[in-house]
């Protein structure tokens, strides 16, 4: 089961999760992350632009993936675009499967992939202007891990 | 040479600020025939173009919602989208 969803409002995490899990007795672990809108340097608010028809294909092609790796028995994914000011959620991703294990890690990976392959931009707003946030060498590099021979979680 | 039809081209973020509109539809001429190319030609187009283009290792391109490299070919593309490297999440 898989929902991805691309809305300006706000999301219910209770209910993100019960829907994963309402009527089943094969989920044993649900996972959830959630991205928080932080303050730093006085940030006033941020808008979130998208390229709807492919956000929503980008991150469907992930999930697809994610589903290949693990054995999942759900996942949701929700972003928000438009405006958003700090304390305010950005996105969700709620992975459902039997063990924890599965969980974490498609949750993981699908964050990785979003913050470098779905089309969201953010810009930051505060007193003194606007500006486009800039691309982190480090988002790149965690999405990238995945794509090794061998993972380091691997060892675990 | 493949004929290449009319396509629409869409920019997002500062890319599209740059370029100081969200969308177009261009007919680029023959031996315009990559990603590559075509940014070469649409940097020619003003300087509103040469602004957003200026910096190539910043630009990112998807042809018909999936993403694509540069020297990709842009035949028979009908949406060729511009745009920074992603920051959502």
Redesign the interface.
Known sequence: MTTIRLQREDFDIAAEVAALTRGRSDVGAVATFT?ICRGDDALAAMT????P???E??IARHVEEAGKRWPLSGVTVI?RYGRLTPGEN??LVVTAAAHRGPAFAAAEFL?DY??????????EERADGTR????KGA?SAAAERWTAPRRPEAAE | MAYVDEMKL?Y???VRERVGKPEEEVDPPAGVATVSDLVTWLSGRGEEYAYAFENRQAIRA?ID???VRPETDIAGAREI?F???????
Do not use: C, N, Q
């Open positions: 991205g979130l632009e998208h390229y028809g492919m956000a294909g980008e972003h950005i996105v964050m979003l913050k470098v392959s779905a089309p969201f931009w953010k810009k486009w946030v800039a691309a988002d | 869409v997002f973020a500062w998807a919602r999936t993403h989208a745009f920074p490297p992603m920051t959502g999440g």
